[in-house]
Each structure stands twice: as C-alpha cells, then as structure tokens.
C-alpha cells in the first residue's frame, strides 16, 4: 500500500495554493475558493491500495472544494471529522454534521463548502467494486447520510476506526475492509435514492426482494440453494419470487452466478488466497463443475481464471514497483540549491540528483553513479516508528552517494537557536493549536488512548529522514551504508546565525534522574550546548554548555499538560523554566558526531517503535559509527527502504542521563547493494544482525574496539586488525524512553 504525506508548509506561501490543488487531484476534488485572508494551511496523509481504493486524511483551513467530474471513475465518500461544513449539491444547500458522511458519484456536481479549520477522512470507493453487488449500475446522487443514527452510525463508526489505523494497516489487511466498505456503501446509499435501485417493484416487493438478496449474499457457498429455499424463508411461492427478479430487469439464475463469479473474482486477486486452488475456490462459492466455472468465468471478464490470477499478481508487482520506483518528487528548484561544482540533472519537491564521479573501488553500479540530496520537511520525514507501508520519498541505484538531512528530536528544546528561520525544521516541529504537520510522533494509536500523550503516544521518539528505496534491492540482500561525511546543521536565526547547537537532558529515564546530588529530587535537567559548527575538525572540535534549566510541566498547543519529558517535540515554553547561564565554565566536550539510527524497514507488519534497536537496525547508539565507518544492514523488504535520523553531537558508551547531545546534522552517504546470491565467502553472508566496520584507512585505534568485546584491549585491538568487521552486532547498550 502507498502512503504519501504532504504539508504546504514545505512550500513558500506563493506556492501553497497550486501545491494544494495538487495534493486535491487526486482525490477527486478542486479547491474553487481558499481562504480570503488567512494564509493558506493543509496537510494530507494519503493511501493507495492495489485494487484502485484511495484513502486520505486531510485537515485545512476554510474553503470550498468542488467534486471534479470524471465519468466511469470513483464514487467519494467523505467523513466530517471536525469544523463547520455545508454540501451543496442540485442547487440545495444542507448542513453537515461532524461524524455524518457525504457520499457522490464522479460525474455528479457537488461541494463541500467548509466555514472553519476542518479535518476529514476521504475515500475513493472503485465503480467497479459497487456495481459488482448490484442488479443494475449503481446511480449515486450527492447526499448526505446522517452518522447519529441507524446503519449511518454504523458506517460512520466503521470510517473513523479507518481513519484513525488506516497507517499500521498492511495491504492484506486493508483487502477485506475495502469489500466491507463496498457492502456498507451499497446498504447505507442503496435505499437513500428516492427511485431506489429496483425500479418497477412497489414499495412492498422492494422490501421482500431486499431481504432476498440478503440471503442469497448469506448463502452463496451453499450449491443447493434455489428459488424453491428463498420462496420457502419469504413464505412466498416459487413463482413470486421469479416475478420479483423479473420485474428488476433480471432472473435468479444470472444474479445467482454474477454473485458467486465476484465473489470468486475478489478471492482470485486478494493475496491472502494465493495458496487456494483455482478448483476450490469455485467450490467455495457454490459452482459444482470447475469446467462450467471457468466457461462462465472467462464470458463474465474476457478471461480464464487462471489468467486472470496470473494478471493479478503481475498487476501488484508493477504496483509494487512502482511504489519503490515511482521517481523523484516534484518541486526541489524551489526549496534546494545545487552544490556548488556539479551540474542538476534532475529535480524532486525534496531532493535533487546530481552528476556524482565514478566508483574507483572496482564495482561495477549499474549506469554513472549520482549525487541526491534529502532534505528533512514534514514531508520527508516519519517519527517514531518504522514501517515497511512507508512510501519511499527517494529512489538511488546502488553506488549513488546520498546526503540527507537528519533533524533531532529535541530541537524544541531551544526554539531560536535549533529551529527559528530554518524552513525545514520549522516544516517538521510546526504544531499550533490548529495544526501539527507531523501528528504521528510513535507507534502507539492516533487517538492517544492509552496514556493521551498525543497521536503516537510516543512509543518512539527519533525523528527519521526517509525512506530511501535502493532500486534492486530484494529480501536476502545485504545494504551497505558507507558514511562519507558529516556536517553539522548551522543555525538559520539572525541571532545566532552560521552556528550549531544541541540539547543533552537529564531525563526520568536516565539513571541521573534521582540520584542528582543536590535538591530537588528527583527532577529532569536540560542543557542546550553550542557546538563547533566545523566538525570536519574532529581532534579539536568540541560542544560547551550555553546554560541549563529544570524542566517543567509543559502545556502543548493541543492543551495536553506533560509533567515531564514524556513526549516528543513538545515546545518549550521558556517564560515557564528558569535559565541557569552560570555552569560547567571551561568545560569543554570532545565532539563525536554521528546517527543513533540507520535502518532499514522491518519484515514485521504494523508500526515498529524507533527506541530498540533490532535485526534491521534502528536506535544503534554507537559513537564509533561515524564517519568513515560502515553499517551492514539484512534487506527484508524490496527496496531495502532506508532511514537515517537521531543525530547526535557526541556520546559515551551510553546514554546514562537519558540523551547524548542531540543535534541535527547532515550526512553523505555511499548506499551499496550486496546480492543474496553474490554473498558466499564474505563476512556478512547469512547476515540477521546489523554489523558495523571501522573506517578503512588501514589503522583500527583502540578506542575504537573497547567496547566491541569485553577482551582485553590488544585482543580486541587483534582482533579487529584481523577482519574489517566487527564481530558483534551493532548498537551498545542504552536505556532510552521519549526524547532519547
């Protein structure tokens, strides 16, 4: 399933409107008037599933947004989540109440006319996947269907419980929702129409024939039921019932076997049943002979069941490739600046390719090997969670040299020094009462049920730049993430400009938190740190302490009161913390930059919390992963679907206060794709661990093995001089919560 997540917040303001629209297309809508005097907000989280449905959660400001015509495509369905809203459709105007639903077809006329800041859940409901379940094609008119009572409570429930696990819901779990959904369209719009769907019966025949197209629904297995078994459950004759299907404009035989024939169509193209014979699935679903089955099955739609699977899968791989192969994005010349030496040869909204010098290391990449450059918007980034349902917001071959921006997650703990004037910052840490451009921060639910916390609970913290698709890369292969270089990312405030900074935090999850050696106690302790903004100078580079403060209770935009450090990207309000300027005077701390996190997405389904770190890489924490060095990380998806994020300035051997000093940077990487079936012989075949090598410069210092193994120093120092990767997995031992 694709998920796609945009903002115009990654836009200048002169550009929102045309990038709304964009976003809108596809959904089916046009914005025809945006708000008159307010700057124009929007964010939207989209899917789309391999079998055409498109599912959307959008929140804006005030406008209106008019169904775009498009005869034979989509019916929409819109769940009003929150605000003011008013369907105009047939030249009525009717109120819109918050959890009611609005369902039009594509070549009906119809807008929502929104007077506030508005949230709602979009859906884009196939033709086909309605008319399939229907006597004669499905006629929709624009309506609107009350969510406060009857079977439009239901549905209504059904969309909002959609909306809020429509993220962690992988592509064979979404495949008997999206049938649901069809079931529920046809049963709560059916009767709305005022012809209904079975012109010619009265109002009475109506009612019987809708209670046996139920049962027949109810009993498609079974391959005796006939007209005698429904004339027998209506207490009606045979005959009744024949008439009732004639004046439909059909007979029981055929709706019988287009029933059954959708049915085994669904099943034929859903993954789930790829295991199940052709021959039982007609069984399944009450045909006798698998010949006469097939017969019917290729007249109903042009071709063999068999064939018809065969397309099916083909069509889910080109989706599949498609999904990790789908190109650039659009719009980089806006928001990015070539480096200066290399010429553009193409352009993304938030990267850029460019011409990079040839491998000299005796590979062989597939064409010139390019420069990209990521950058961190709240477009490019997940927090919190990996997912292996995450769109890729980038594409390299192997050989390719990426830089990606990297952000920390505790750059709200000094707004003006770690986020003010940097668009990219202030795209990801945007959170006012009205909007949070990245709502999801962690794996936990959307509605905040278990500690209300906010969206994501917080159950993972590290803010991740990516993913980034390797094209070639299947599950069994190994990626190579060869850090090239670090740079730290300077201050874009006029106060501080061309600067660094970081925050390190004496947390509640940090063994210092009560064992801190004067009063009060226990209490969370930030430091905000400024940093040598050249660390290419890393023997002399250093971080010293700007001032500290005692965190306090912390109210969000949302108004969700945090009495400690138990969320991330919380702003800080500092009218409400005591500055202490006076401390650790000449201190100074060796900067050892580097990311907490590389990974690649997890095999497992769902959202995977950010904090421990696992087979696929993650939350490492190793200071020796820096610069020079390389991680070997077991591919468990196509694509490989690469993420780099938890910068950090400099770290011991853990992080025993809760955090190292947390600052954003920026890293060049060299991404190279290790078959499966060129793997015998080197170190890292058969690999099911991340595992981490030294730079190769030909020396390997003791500090950089003391803690790979609890050996004595000139053995490890032996050891490591033997081989060029480390013999343990990557990552030392951290305790980490929210925030770390």
């Known amino acids: 399933m694709d998920l796609s997540r945009f903002t115009t917040e990654s836009y200048p303001e002169v550009a929102r409107a045309d990038a709304w629209s964009d976003a809108l297309d596809p959904l089916g809508w046009r914005i025809t008037s945006g708000p008159s ?25 005030a406008q209106t947004l008019e169904l775009k015509s498009h005869p034979g495509d989509s019916h929409t369905i819109v769940l009003h989540l929150d605000g003011d809203a008013m369907l105009v459709a047939g030249g009525e105007r009717e109120r819109v109440a918050v959890r009611d639903i609005v369902c039009a077809s594509p070549d009906d006329s119809a807008s929502l006319v929104f007077a506030s800041n508005f949230r709602a859940f979009v859906v884009r409901v196939p033709r086909i996947a309605i008319n399939a379940r229907l006597l004669s094609p499905f006629s929709l008119r624009a309506a609107r269907l009350p969510g406060d009572t009857g079977i439009g409570y239901v549905f209504s429930g059904f969309l ?5 696990s429509i ?20 049963a709560s719009f059916a009767g709305h129409e005022h012809k209904g769907v079975f012109g010619g019966l009265t109002p009475p025949q109506a009612a019987i024939f809708s209670r046996v197209c139920r049962y027949i629904e109810s009993n498609l297995g079974d391959p005796d039921l006939s007209v005698n078994m429904l004339a027998l459950e209506e207490r009606v004759s045979p005959r009744y019932v024949q008439k009732l299907f004639e004046a439909a404009g059909q007979n029981f035989s055929t709706y019988l076997r287009s029933r059954r024939l959708e049915r085994c169509r669904a099943e034929l193209v859903d993954p789930l049943y790829d295991k199940i014979s052709v021959s039982d699935i007609c069984f399944r679903w009450g045909f006798n002979d698998p010949a006469h089955f097939s017969r019917v099955f290729r007249e109903r739609y042009g071709a063999s069941p068999r064939t018809f699977r065969h397309e099916a899968s083909l069509a889910i791989a080109r989706h599949l490739v498609h999904r990790i192969s789908r190109g650039l994005p659009v719009n980089a010349s806006a928001l990015l600046q070539a ?12 990267a850029e390719i460019l011409v990079a010098p040839a491998a000299t290391d005796g590979r062989a990449p597939r064409g010139k090997p390019r420069h990209h450059l990521l950058r961190a918007t709240a477009n490019t980034v997940h927090w919190g969670f990996f997912s292996h349902d995450l769109k890729p917001v980038l594409e390299v071959e192997s050989g390719d040299t990426v830089t990606i921006e990297a952000l920390t997650q505790h750059a709200a703990d000094d707004w003006e020094r770690m986020i003010g004037g940097d668009p990219g910052a202030e795209s990801v840490f945007h959170w006012t009462a009205d909007r949070k451009n990245v709502d999801r921060r962690g794996a936990g639910p959307m509605n905040a049920s278990i500690y209300g916390r906010g969206a994501g609970e917080g159950f ?56 801190l050696l004067t009063e009060p106690k226990p209490r969370e302790v930030v430091t905000p740190y400024e940093i040598d903004p050249n660390l290419e100078n890393g023997a002399t580079a250093s971080a010293r302490a700007v001032y500290n403060y005692r965190s306090t209770p912390q109210r969000d935009p949302f108004g969700v009161m945090h009495p400690t450090i138990d969320y991330p990207g919380v702003p800080v309000d500092h009218a409400t913390v005591v500055e202490n300027h006076d401390i650790l005077k000449g201190v100074t701390i060796p900067v050892r930059p580097h990311f907490g996190v590389i990974a690649v ?14 087979s696929f890489g993650g939350n490492l924490d190793n200071w020796r992963v820096a610069r020079g060095a390389s991680v070997y990380l077991p591919v468990g998806v196509p694509g490989a679907l690469l993420s780099i994020g ?55 210092t003791a500090s950089a093995t003391r803690t790979i193994s609890p050996n004595s120093a000139r053995a490890r120092k032996a050891r490591c001089t033997r081989s060029p990767l480390s013999t343990r997995p990557c990552g030392t031992p951290s305790i980490k919560r929210a925030g770390s």
């Open 339 to 350: 480096k200066q030496g290399t010429a553009v040869i193409g352009a993304g909204t938030n």
């Open 601 to 614: 997405a997890p095999q497992q389904q769902g959202l995977i919390d950010s904090v421990p770190p696992s």
């Open 460 to 515: 993972g913290v590290h803010i991740c730049t990516g993913p980034v698709a390797v094209r070639g890369a299947e599950p069994g292969d190994v990626l190579e993430v060869r850090i090239i270089d670090i740079h730290a990312r300077r201050c874009a405030n006029p106060k501080f400009l061309g600067r660094a900074f970081g925050s390190n935090a004496a947390a509640w999850w940090g063994f210092h938190y009560r064992e």
């Open 646 to 700: 938890d910068p950090h300035a400099s770290q011991g051997d853990s992080e025993l206060c809760g955090t190292a000093i947390e600052c954003s940077l920026t890293g060049d990487f060299e991404l190279v794709l290790h078959k499966k079936d060129a793997l015998a012989g080197r170190p890292f075949a058969d690999l099911s661990y991340p595992l981490w090598r030294p730079p190769t410069n030909g020396s390997c």
């Open 167 to 186: 993220e962690s819901l992988g592509e064979n779990e979404l495949r008997p929702l999206e049938l649901a959904l069809a079931e529920f369209l046809v």
């Open 37 to 61: 005097q307010q700057t124009l907000h929007g964010t939207s989280t989209s899917h789309a599933s391999s079998s055409g449905f498109v599912f959307a959660a959008l929140a804006s400001v």
């Open 160 to 164: 909002a419980s959609l909306a809020e």
